[in-house]
């Protein structure tokens, strides 16, 4: 007997600034972030791209993947794709590209990853404000001019 639908693993799941397809099908992330740093808020980054690959799974099946403000609720972007794996041994790469994100405020900002509504994983890109070498420095509690 064979199995009708088993849902996905998730494989792994990163947050880039680009992904690129070799002539050979293999993939390339590049600059993987694990958080952000910038000199001040807002900031728009280009592009970011989320590489999801799923594997362990058979049938059709709908992702969805959401990036978060750091409020927990505010959706700034989100995607949906659908892909299909029919055999178990098989896996499905994803690539979820999201141009002109707007990070207005400092905090930990989210990737969310699901399946067909399940929840796969939920992770945290914390961005920081962190002023350049040499620039002066703002004691707290005092206005930045």
């Known amino acids: 007997m064979q199995a009708a639908r088993i849902l996905p693993d998730l494989q792994c799941s990163l947050l880039c600034e680009e992904v690129r397809q070799e ?9 993987i972030i694990a958080f952000v740093r910038v000199p001040q ?5 280009f592009k ?3 590489f999801n690959r799923w594997t362990a799974g058979v049938g059709q099946f709908r992702e969805s993947v959401r990036f978060i403000a750091p409020d927990q609720t505010t959706v700034l972007r989100k995607s949906e794709a ?6 178990a041994a098989l896996h499905a ?4 590209m999201f141009p ?13 990853v699901l399946v067909d ?12 404000v962190v002023p350049p070498p040499g620039a ?8 930045v001019s």
């Open 93 to 96: 790469t994803n690539v979820t």
């Open 100 to 112: 002109q994100v707007e990070f207005k405020t400092a905090g930990t900002y989210y990737v969310e």
């Open 136 to 143: 002066p420095q703002t004691p707290p509690g005092e206005p």
């Open 23 to 31: 002539a050979n099908g293999n993939f390339m992330a590049i600059g």
């Open 41 to 45: 808020v807002p900031v728009t980054a």
């Open 117 to 128: 509504d399940v929840m796969k994983l939920r992770y945290p890109i914390p961005l920081m």
């Open 48 to 50: 970011l791209a989320v």
């Open 82 to 87: 659908k892909f299909e794996l029919k055999d």
